[in-house]
């Protein structure tokens, strides 16, 4: 089992910046690829970002390319997202995610779920 804590939402105005961390519990860190997901209301939930367990490869979401940046620490079982030039479109529960592929993760599925922090960003 691992266990997922988001921190780090908020409420910010259009082309503001906020950093979101995810620390992991459980099994070793390292075994993972870990990523971020978000769900506005009445929408799927959609794939933000990914990132290998070795932090050499990333994906993200073509919705924020370019603006977001996924970063992970394994000392700190700590894993990142920076998110700069938001855009009211991008308010959202955010969901780390935790599984052992990051192609897995990158087709929409994980194995291990946060319970979720809440972004809203103000136009």
């Known amino acids: 089992q691992v266990q997922l804590v988001e921190s780090g939402g908020g409420l910010v105005q259009a082309g503001g910046s906020l950093t979101l961390s995810c620390v992991a519990s459980?099994?070793?860190?390292?075994?993972?690829?870990m990523g971020w997901f978000r769900q506005a209301p009445g929408k799927e939930r959609e794939f933000v970002a990914g990132?290998?367990?070795?932090?050499?490869?990333?994906n993200y979401g073509d919705s924020v390319k370019g603006r977001f940046t996924i970063s992970r620490v394994n000392a700190k079982n700590t894993v990142f997202l920076q998110m700069n030039s938001l855009k009211p479109e991008d308010t959202a529960v955010y969901y780390c995610?935790?599984?052992?592929?990051?192609?897995?993760?990158?087709?929409?599925?994980?194995?291990?779920w946060g319970q979720g922090t809440q972004v809203t960003v103000s136009s």
């Open positions: 995610a935790a599984d052992p592929l990051l192609a897995t993760m990158t087709s929409g599925v994980s194995e291990y």
């Open positions: 459980g099994r070793p860190f390292s075994m993972y690829a």
């Open positions: 990132i290998l367990w070795s932090g050499s490869s990333t």
